[in-house]
């Protein structure tokens, strides 16, 4: 066994803490060897040595900072005597106690951009809230115009389907045609008037109305002129810049359409119904925002398409300078009587051919004629209307000025058909320059009442390539649409985009359908495009849309 350890003498303090004085006034013979020792009074603060007791995490612990955890608060001797030091902890400058309670003291940004970026997020969030209950009776719907939209024409059980196209095929389909040629022009075109590239949302126009000029919107097989030409075996298919634009520009589509199909011998005419839609112009066919269903509602889309044909038609005529001074062609208006007074317009017959032993016609039209550099440019006139800001969610008098680009792609994503229609239409006339024109309601709840904000021209090719219009791939489409009706029987048929699904279907109908005992409900009957005097030439029909717009203006009065 090894030597005790010895511990010496503890001396007891009996009446405090520490000890005993005697212990420290008197000799240092009890004091350890070698362990200095000093005196030092109860205020002085040693600071803390160590401190098992305290934990950060304990919520049940004092929110008091200076709460110690050696208290002697209770001592009699000395009511403010504590061991430790009272000053809290520093703080970690990272960590929950930390980083949370900092984020309620940062200030609030109370900028214009922030708020507005906030509204629009509240207006994103609302809209997609109604799609979402919109769609919630059906989630396997894939596009809205099934819920909102019949088909164009009514189905007749008699009727007999042939084939149904999906519209994934045509985005395959390529077919390069060489330059058309002009079998002949027709009548008359005024000159544009270039003041009004100059008109801003500052200085806006009020559109005028031309009640006293008539508008043609003939059929193929109703026009005199290209009777003719199939009488003297000019082609074999024969259709108009409107019927063509359709069929080129139909994966775009989501309003249901027709088009009327006749095979007679080796020749195929396409045709559309009177009163059909393709007289008419989509307005947000391509939006994502539902438009209201009732056909009373000024902003329904039937109401909107009358209101669209209306404002296309006064704003071809408005923008022309009106002196008399006209462009004339080989023949006048084929459509008009004489003396009667015509919108200015010129029809190009032209022809391309698709085959060795296939050629198509096709009427093209141009509005105005410009000179430029001492050479003659044709123009092809549209207007863009706006109904209602909020649809859109771009407001044209404060954008059009100074982001002009953001309402043109706001108008691309909400009307891509018509504009790619559009489009097509003025490279098959060969138009040197497309007019879009900007037109705006005085008040939103004033469909009768328009003003120009602005008008912008456009190279059709270069606007074609911007909005992805791929011209050897419309070709591609309209070949492979006559090289399957040129496999049908002779007879009549029709194709008919379904109005719910991204495909057309054909159909052989009787020989005497969309006659007058057939009753169709494209239009109502009051705003039916009616025929003009027995006097016209060739039974054509002229439509009116200023008389179809005061009737419906009447009517919701």
Same mark, same amino acid.
């Given at each position: 066994m090894g030597k005790a350890f010895d511990i010496g003498a503890v001396p007891f303090n009996a009446e405090g803490w520490g000890p005993p004085d005697s212990t420290i006034t008197g000799s240092n013979i009890n004091l350890p060897l070698n362990v200095p020792f000093a005196p030092f009074s109860r205020s002085d603060k040693l600071g803390r040595i160590a401190d098992w007791t305290r934990n950060f995490n304990n919520p049940t612990r004092s929110k008091n900072p200076a709460d110690a955890? +050696?208290?002697?608060?209770?001592?009699?001797?000395?009511?403010?005597?504590? /061991? !430790?030091?009272? $000053?809290?902890?520093? =703080?970690? $400058? +990272?960590?929950? #106690?930390?980083r949370f309670p900092q984020q309620r003291q940062l200030p609030q940004r109370r900028d214009e951009e922030v708020e507005a970026k906030k509204r629009e997020q509240e207006k994103e969030r609302a809209r997609r809230d109604r799609l979402y209950h919109m769609n919630r009776s059906n989630p396997n719907q894939q596009r809205r115009e099934a819920a909102v939209f019949k088909s164009s024409v009514d189905i007749q059980p008699e009727w007999n389907m042939h084939d149904q196209i999906p519209f994934s095929t045509f985005s395959k389909l390529s077919f390069t045609v060489p330059e058309p040629e002009d079998l002949l022009l027709c009548g008359a075109l005024e000159y544009y008037? =270039?003041?009004y590239d100059r008109i801003t949302p500052k200085n806006e126009r009020r559109l005028e109305r031309f009640k006293n000029r008539n508008f043609f919107k003939v059929t193929t097989t109703d026009d005199p002129i290209i009777r003719r030409l199939a009488n003297e075996d000019? @082609?074999?298919? +024969? @259709?108009?810049?409107? %019927?063509?634009?359709?069929?080129?520009? @139909?994966?775009?589509? !989501?309003?249901? *359409?027709? %088009? !009327?199909?006749?095979?007679?011998?080796?020749? /195929?005419? +396409?045709? #559309?119904?009177?009163?059909?839609?393709?007289? /008419?112009?989509s307005v947000h066919e391509t939006s994502q925002e539902p438009l209201?269903?009732?056909?009373?509602? %000024?902003?329904?889309?039937?109401s909107l398409s009358v209101e669209a044909a209306y404002i296309n038609q006064n704003f071809s005529q408005q923008v022309l300078i009106r002196d008399g001074n006209k462009v004339t062609f080989d023949e006048a208006n084929p459509f008009a009587n004489e003396g009667e007074e015509v919108a200015s317009v010129a029809y190009r017959y032209r022809r391309w051919k698709l085959d060795d032993d296939m050629y198509l016609v096709a009427r093209c039209e141009v509005h105005s004629v410009v000179d430029v550099n001492k050479q003659r440019s044709f123009l092809t006139l549209n207007a863009l209307n706006e109904f209602d800001p909020k649809y859109s969610g771009v407001d044209w008098r404060q954008k059009l000025e100074t982001q002009r680009g953001a309402v043109l792609a706001t108008e691309l994503k909400n009307n891509a058909n018509k504009l790619a $229609? *559009?489009?097509a239409q003025a490279l098959l006339a060969s138009a040197d320059t497309m007019k879009l024109g900007y037109v705006s309601r005085i008040h939103p709840r004033d469909h009768f009442n328009h003003v120009i904000l602005a008008v912008v021209g456009y190279k059709p090719r270069d606007f074609a390539a911007q909005i992805n219009l791929n011209t050897t791939n419309m070709w591609g489409i &309209? #070949?492979? %649409? &006559?090289d399957l009706c040129m496999k049908l029987n002779e007879g009549k048929y029709v194709l008919v985009k379904d109005p719910s699904k991204p495909q057309v279907r054909i159909y052989e109908v009787p020989a005497d359908a969309f006659e007058n005992d057939y009753v169709e409900e494209p239009l109502p009957e009051d705003e039916q495009v009616q025929p003009p005097s027995e006097g016209a030439e060739g039974g054509e029909a002229t439509t009116t849309t200023n008389d179809v717009e005061d009737k419906q203006i009447d009517g919701q009065a």
């Open positions: 955890v +050696f208290d002697f608060t209770n001592d009699d001797d000395d009511d403010t005597f504590h /061991l !430790v030091d009272p $000053k809290p902890p520093p =703080r970690p $400058k +990272f960590g929950p #106690k930390w008037d =270039r003041t000019k @082609a074999t298919v +024969f @259709a108009t810049d409107t %019927i063509l634009s359709t069929l080129m520009c @139909a994966p775009r589509s !989501v309003y249901s *359409w027709d %088009i !009327v199909v006749q095979r007679v011998g080796n020749k /195929l005419f +396409f045709d #559309k119904r009177d009163g059909s839609q393709l007289d /008419l112009l209201p269903e009732s056909k009373d509602d %000024i902003n329904s889309a039937h $229609k *559009w489009t &309209v #070949k492979s %649409i &006559v």
